[in-house]
Structures are given as C-alpha cells and as structure tokens.
C-alpha cells in the first residue's frame, strides 16, 4: 500500500511497489514481516536511496547492491555511489569484463486455454515473453529484428505467411521507446546478467496443442472406470517433454488399477487426482490410459454433490513457438569492437491449461 498527497499516476505507484519488493527479495531472499524486522536498518538506507521527496530514483537491485551492503561491519568505509547512479544509464555500471562475452535469448510462450464440458474453446491465448542473459563487455549497443508486421511492411518487404501481429507489449526499461515507435526496431544498452526485455500476447484462436477426452463410467455403484486419450496436435517434427496430464478423480475413491500405453501414472489422494507422466511426446501421436478404482459401498444418504475439477494439462515444447515469432537479428555493436556471440532458443510451456471434460 501506498498513500500520496495528490492524485498520481496508479500504473506508476504500481511499478514502483513491485520494484521495491524486487529489491527487498534480492537482498532478503525471502520478504517476511520476520526479514523486514531484522534488517530495519538495511530497509531504510535502501527506501532512502530508492525515492527522493516523493520521486522514484534508481530501483535496480545490481546498482544498488554495490553501495549498501546488508553487513554493518562491511559499511566502515565510505562507499562512493558506483557511475551508474549518475549515469543516463542506471541499470549498468561502467568497467564491466568479460574473457568470453556472449548473450542468451530464450522467446518463451506459455499457452492458456479453457475447454468447456461440451469440447468447446472458450478463452484461449498466448503470453510470451524474450528473456535475455548477457554477459558483455563495456557498454555495448544491442539491435534486436523480431518478423513484426509493421516493420516488414514499412521496409516494403513480403509478410505473407511470415509476419505477427503483437499485442499489450511491454518493454524492459533499457529499450528506446522513441526509437521502437519511429522504426519499430528495438535498441537498447542491457543489464549486466538476467532480464526480461519484453513480453506480449497474442489473444487469438489457439488450437490445442495437447488435446484430451476423458469417459468415466460407474459400475454397480462399487467401481468405477476411466478411460483417457491423450492426443498431441503439433507437427512431428517437433516433440513435447516433460508432459504432465492431472486427472481429477473422487474423493472417496481407493485401490487404483491403472494401464497407460506410454509413460507412468500415480494416484496422488491428498489432491484427489490421477497424475499421468509421458517423458516424451512426439506431434500426431495419440496414447491411451485406463484406470479402475473402488468406490465404498455404502454412501450418505444426502450426500453433497460432488465438485467437479477440469482435466489439467503441463507441457514443454522447445524450438517451437504457437504465434510463430522469429528473431530476424540480434547485433551487438560496442566500441571496442569485440565479437560476441549470440545464442537463440525457442520454447512453448503450458500456462492455465484446463478442460473441463469430466
């Protein structure tokens, strides 16, 4: 919470509070009423640093790091303020080397969709996000091309089959805005280390990826049965790992018989749900599961009807992207002229996956 004399801008105050709780996590870990206790001290030079008379200043946890420590003993010299506190540039400090300078960019997706009981796609979109590790000398000047539509049409170039459409962008603070709403090319000078450079969302009618059909029959009131397909909608070329399908099964249900024709499951009581592991899953496959539980004999006689949870689905999918973004070029240009090397790489993730089938 926040309070401020006049009427300000909320997104601002906002940011600024999820800024000072990055902030209170790197140095604390864990932020606790017990951690913000202990470290009082720590807090107040840190809040004293991060807003001057009511003006947010620098809230990049690296630079604030070099010039308050959470040691008292280590403050017994007076630490100067490091150049990016006065530098345009505040989330890079200056004098930064490396023997092998090289840049990770991951352009991760996650994919949500809610598939209603009648097999119907009700909400579906995509949420990704271009996550950069950079470990470059000096300060170096970075180019990125994504296959955005504006841009290719602008430079008069062909988008049939090729360009995207992004949606609800929103940029790390190091990217020139200016720059990206002239030309549409994305320039920035980046942190040292870990960073989200941009997110997006694409909310268009996603097919999915992983596509389940569950039947569930009762027999004699003292078992009942499960059958499951589990079917994979991508091209064969590409394959998804670490798939996870949680089943919802009845509270009152014991001895579980299960059969699956690819990988493992388990039956997990505490959460009331079969859990069905398949390591690797190639595209246009389809795998199959049974499963047989014995349900008590006797039941209430006004029993509570039973809630029923939707069918959740985890995956992976790497070098695959649902939207079909692209990194046309990443450039690296710094004055010392040094050559970096750019890494790429591509994966799709389930986000809030669910079908509500059962």
Not at 234 to 239: C, M
């Amino acid at each position: 919470m926040t309070a401020s004399r006049q009427n300000c801008n909320a997104a601002s105050l906002l940011f600024f509070l999820h800024r000072v709780v990055d902030v209170f996590k790197h140095y604390f870990e864990e932020l606790e009423e017990e951690s913000l206790r202990d470290n009082f001290v720590v807090v107040y030079e840190l809040l004293d640093e991060m807003m001057d008379f009511g003006y947010p200043q620098y809230t990049e946890a690296n630079i604030l790091s070099e010039f308050i420590k959470t040691d008292a003993y280590r403050m017994e010299v007076t630490q100067r303020p490091p150049m990016a506190v006065t530098n345009a540039v505040s989330w890079r400090s200056e004098g930064i080397q490396y023997k092998k300078n090289e840049v990770f960019l991951d352009v991760v997706e996650h994919v949500n969709i809610l598939v209603n009981s009648n097999g119907q796609i009700i909400r579906s979109d995509v949420v990704g996000a271009l996550k950069m590790r950079t470990y470059l000398s000096g300060m170096p000047e970075c180019k990125l091309g994504l296959n955005d539509r504006i841009l290719l049409e602008a430079q008069g170039r062909s988008t049939k089959g090729k360009a995207i459409d992004l949606d609800d962008i929103k940029f790390h603070q190091c990217v020139r805005l200016a720059r990206f709403e002239n030309d549409r090319t994305i320039s920035f000078i980046p942190p040292d280390g870990s960073f989200d450079l941009m997110t997006y969302r694409l909310n268009t009618q996603v097919k999915p990826l992983i596509w389940v059909e569950a039947q569930v029959e009762r027999h004699s009131r003292s078992r009942v049965e499960i059958l499951v397909k589990a079917r994979s909608q991508f091209k064969e070329r590409s394959t998804a790992t670490n798939v996870e399908i949680e089943l919802p099964v009845s509270s009152d249900a014991s001895n579980p018989d299960v059969r699956t024709s690819m990988g493992s499951a388990s039956y997990v009581p505490e959460d009331e749900a079969l859990i069905w592991k398949i390591r690797s899953f190639p595209g246009g496959k389809e795998y199959m599961l049974r499963a047989e539980f014995t349900l008590p004999s006797i039941t209430a006689e006004e029993a509570t009807p039973e809630r029923k949870a939707p069918i959740r689905v985890k995956f992976e999918i790497p070098y695959f992207t649902v939207s079909g973004i692209q990194v046309r070029y990443l450039k690296i240009i710094e004055k010392s002229g040094y050559h970096a090397l750019p890494w790429v790489r591509y994966i799709t993730m389930a986000g809030e996956y669910e079908l509500r089938l059962i």
